[in-house]
C-alpha cells in the first residue's frame, strides 16, 4: 500500500491546453469540455491519451495528465466539466482579446498551471501571445506549440519551443512532446 501512494505521488503531472471549437458534438445537451469539442481538439485528445496511457519502463503509468479548453462562452474549462453548445467560437485575435478581456482566461490558465510539472500549449498564436506578453507562468515549465515568431522568447523562458504548422499538434511533435515527457518523468 505504501508503495503504490509513494508512486502515484512521485508521478509527474502535466496539463494540456487547447482551445474551442467550430465543431461541436452537440451543441443542446449537456457534456464535458472533454466530450463536446471535436474538429482539430481531437488532435489534441489524442495526444492527452497517449500521455495518459503511456507507462514508464517498469510498466507503471508515467504520469497524471490533465486537460483543459479555453472556450469563448466560459472561458478556461477543465476537460471533465460540464458545458453546452454556444453559437460563436472565437477564432481571431480580436476574439481571443475580448474573450480575455471577459474571462480573464490568461489570469486563470496561469494560475492552474502552479502545480504541474510540464504544461503544453496547443492553441493558436494571437492566443499564446496573450500568455507569453502576460508572463505569468514560470520559467522551464511549458511545452509551447506555437509560431516560430515565438521561437527565441519561448526558449529565453527556458520552454521548450515546437513549431505550429497546419495542425494543433501534428505527429512530429506529438512524438517530441512524448519524448519531453518521459525526459522529466525519468
Same mark, same amino acid.
Given at each position: 500500500?505504501?508503495?503504490?501512494?509513494?508512486?502515484?505521488?512521485?508521478?509527474?503531472?502535466?496539463?494540456?491546453?487547447?482551445?474551442?471549437?467550430?465543431?461541436?458534438?452537440?451543441?443542446?445537451?449537456?457534456?464535458?469540455?472533454?466530450?463536446?469539442?471535436?474538429?482539430?481538439?481531437?488532435?489534441?485528445?489524442?495526444?492527452?491519451?497517449?500521455?495518459?496511457?503511456?507507462?514508464?519502463?517498469?510498466?507503471? #503509468?508515467?504520469?497524471?495528465?490533465?486537460?483543459? /479548453?479555453? !472556450?469563448?462562452? $466560459?472561458?478556461?474549462? *477543465?476537460?471533465?466539466?460540464?458545458?453546452?453548445?454556444?453559437?460563436?467560437?472565437?477564432?481571431?485575435?480580436?476574439?481571443?482579446? #475580448?474573450?480575455?478581456?471577459?474571462?480573464?482566461? /490568461?489570469? !486563470?490558465?496561469? $494560475?492552474?498551471?502552479? *502545480?504541474?510539472?510540464?504544461?503544453?500549449?496547443?492553441?493558436?498564436?494571437?492566443?499564446?501571445?496573450?500568455?507569453?506578453?502576460?508572463?505569468?507562468?514560470?520559467?522551464?515549465?511549458? /511545452?509551447?506549440?506555437t509560431s516560430p515568431e515565438f521561437k527565441e522568447r519561448?526558449?529565453?523562458?527556458?520552454?521548450?519551443?515546437?513549431?505550429?504548422?497546419?495542425?494543433?499538434?501534428?505527429?512530429?511533435?506529438?512524438?517530441?512532446?512524448?519524448?519531453?515527457?518521459?525526459?522529466?518523468?525519468?
Open positions: 500500500m505504501a508503495k503504490l501512494m509513494t508512486e502515484t505521488v512521485l508521478r509527474k503531472r502535466i496539463l494540456v491546453i487547447t482551445n474551442d471549437s467550430t465543431v461541436f458534438k452537440d451543441k443542446k445537451r449537456l457534456l464535458s469540455a472533454w466530450e463536446m469539442f471535436e474538429g482539430r481538439t481531437t488532435e489534441v485528445k489524442h495526444l492527452v491519451a497517449r500521455l495518459d496511457t503511456a507507462k514508464n519502463e517498469k510498466g507503471n #503509468k508515467l504520469c497524471d495528465v490533465s486537460y483543459g /479548453v479555453i !472556450t469563448t462562452k $466560459y472561458g478556461f474549462v *477543465p476537460g471533465n466539466y460540464m458545458v453546452t453548445g454556444y453559437d460563436e467560437v472565437m477564432d481571431s485575435k480580436d476574439g481571443y482579446e #475580448k474573450c480575455q478581456e471577459e474571462k480573464q482566461y /490568461v489570469e !486563470t490558465v496561469s $494560475y492552474l498551471t502552479q *502545480p504541474f510539472d510540464l504544461v503544453i500549449f496547443c492553441i493558436p498564436k494571437e492566443m499564446f501571445r496573450l500568455f507569453l506578453d502576460a508572463d505569468q507562468i514560470r520559467d522551464g515549465c511549458v /511545452v509551447a506549440v519561448v526558449e529565453a523562458k527556458h520552454w521548450h519551443f515546437l513549431e505550429r504548422s497546419g495542425a494543433r499538434v501534428g505527429d512530429e511533435n506529438a512524438d517530441e512532446i512524448e519524448r519531453i515527457v518521459r525526459q522529466i518523468c525519468a
